[in-house]
């Protein structure tokens, strides 16, 4: 069973930093068949992607919003994706995701991240930029 977890969001202040975690279970990184990518959520707005990574070529996605502060990442041994978050500002605000793609037989996979592509989610954790 898939598993995707969390953690690491919390308050903090405008300029600040965070690193969010996203612990995978039931498959592993190495296998080199998924795509893990971080979502956001703001209240009101619609979900949409912020980074990802392609765990067979770690190949590279950031949205325009994040270039330069976001950086994604992934620790194989570990079974562990982060999303480091610099620079923060107000409008980061958002319930973070974790979401895992799996790639198909063709090994195709896109850029931005599909939110009705993504076949495993994890619950979220809160980010608040705020003075």
């Known amino acids: 069973q898939v598993q995707l977890v969390e953690s690491g969001g919390g308050l903090v202040q405008p300029g600040g930093s965070l690193r969010l975690s996203c612990v995978v279970s039931g498959f592993t990184l190495s296998r080199g068949d998924y795509v893990i990518a971080w979502f956001r959520q703001a209240p009101g707005k619609e979900r949409e992607g912020v980074s990802g990574i392609s765990t067979a070529d770690g190949s590279i996605y950031r949205a325009d919003s994040v270039k330069g502060r976001f950086t994604i990442s992934m620790e194989r041994p570990e079974n562990t994706v982060y999303l480091q978050m610099n620079s923060l500002k107000p409008e980061d605000t958002a319930v973070y995701y974790c979401?895992?793609?799996?790639?198909?037989?063709?090994?195709?996979?896109?850029?931005?991240?599909?939110?009705?592509?993504?076949?495993?989610w994890g619950k979220g954790t809160l980010v608040t930029v705020s003075s």
């Open positions: 979401a895992a793609e799996k790639i198909g037989p063709s090994g195709r996979y896109y850029w931005p991240p599909s939110r009705d592509g993504m076949d495993y």
